[in-house]
């Protein structure tokens, strides 16, 4: 495994940020294994642990998710020169989670790809990683591209690579917006 952590937790948070200029630098598996080993490890409902991580490493294919696969209005030219492309996917035949959200209305393998992708970002931003979240794309293109089993529905993609770029930090809300106290939300 490797071990380069310098961080605490809170600053590894703080620092993290979508990457979207990466360097023409393979990444090597170990590196993208360990990120996938921290997705793992991450809760799941039922602990049935759905999420599963296509690594398109592949030029054509990743050359054919950013002219294909991606949703017009919102450009991502960076893409393209991240030397990796993420797929996660969640199994759909978890029965817990087809059945469940009939009762709750909480789909549950949305929260599962969700902590698992986002334990890989926080593991590929202590490496030296960058990443980003891409939800704007073609979910029937992706799957036809990387050949993906009708079993499992494709959630997210996501970028990953060495940053060519300072970070960019986005405003978020304060505290007091986002956190109430018992009966008191407004
Ligand atoms: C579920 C999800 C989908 C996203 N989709 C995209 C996307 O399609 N394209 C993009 O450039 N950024 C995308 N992002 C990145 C967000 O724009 C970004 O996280 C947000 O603006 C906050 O900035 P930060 O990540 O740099 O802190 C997505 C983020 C999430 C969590």
Same mark, same amino acid.
């Given at each position: 495994m490797l071990d380069n952590s310098t961080k605490n937790f809170i600053d590894l948070v703080r620092t993290r940020t979508s990457c979207r $200029?990466? =360097?023409e630098k393979d990444v090597p598996d170990e590196a993208i294994e360990q990120c996938v080993e921290a997705a793992r490890l #991450?809760? $799941?409902a039922c602990?049935? !642990?759905p999420c599963r991580f296509i690594i398109v490493k592949d030029a054509e294919l990743r050359k054919r998710i950013c002219a294909e696969a991606l949703l017009p209005g919102l450009p991502m030219p960076w893409l393209r020169q991240a030397p990796v492309i993420v797929a996660l996917c969640a199994e759909k035949s978890v029965i817990t989670h087809t059945i469940a959200p009939? +009762? $709750?209305g909480i789909q549950y393998q949305l929260i599962d790809v969700g902590i #698992?992708? @986002?334990?890989f970002v926080l593991q #590929? !931003? @202590?490496l030296g990683l960058g990443t980003c979240w891409i939800g704007w794309f073609k979910a029937g293109k992706a799957r036809k591209i990387l050949t993906i089993p009708g079993s499992f529905q494709i +959630? $997210? =993609?996501?970028s990953l690579g060495y940053p060519a770029e300072e970070p960019h930090f986005s405003e978020r809300l304060p505290l007091e917006k986002i956190m109430f106290r018992d009966n008191q939300m407004k």
């Amino acid at each position: 495994m490797l071990d380069n952590s310098t961080k605490n937790f809170i600053d590894l948070v703080r620092t993290r940020t979508s990457c979207r $200029s990466y =360097l023409e630098k393979d990444v090597p598996d170990e590196a993208i294994e360990q990120c996938v080993e921290a997705a793992r490890l #991450a809760p $799941s409902a039922c602990n049935k !642990q759905p999420c599963r991580f296509i690594i398109v490493k592949d030029a054509e294919l990743r050359k054919r998710i950013c002219a294909e696969a991606l949703l017009p209005g919102l450009p991502m030219p960076w893409l393209r020169q991240a030397p990796v492309i993420v797929a996660l996917c969640a199994e759909k035949s978890v029965i817990t989670h087809t059945i469940a959200p009939f +009762i $709750s209305g909480i789909q549950y393998q949305l929260i599962d790809v969700g902590i #698992a992708g @986002e334990h890989f970002v926080l593991q #590929a !931003q @202590e490496l030296g990683l960058g990443t980003c979240w891409i939800g704007w794309f073609k979910a029937g293109k992706a799957r036809k591209i990387l050949t993906i089993p009708g079993s499992f529905q494709i +959630i $997210s =993609l996501m970028s990953l690579g060495y940053p060519a770029e300072e970070p960019h930090f986005s405003e978020r809300l304060p505290l007091e917006k986002i956190m109430f106290r018992d009966n008191q939300m407004k």
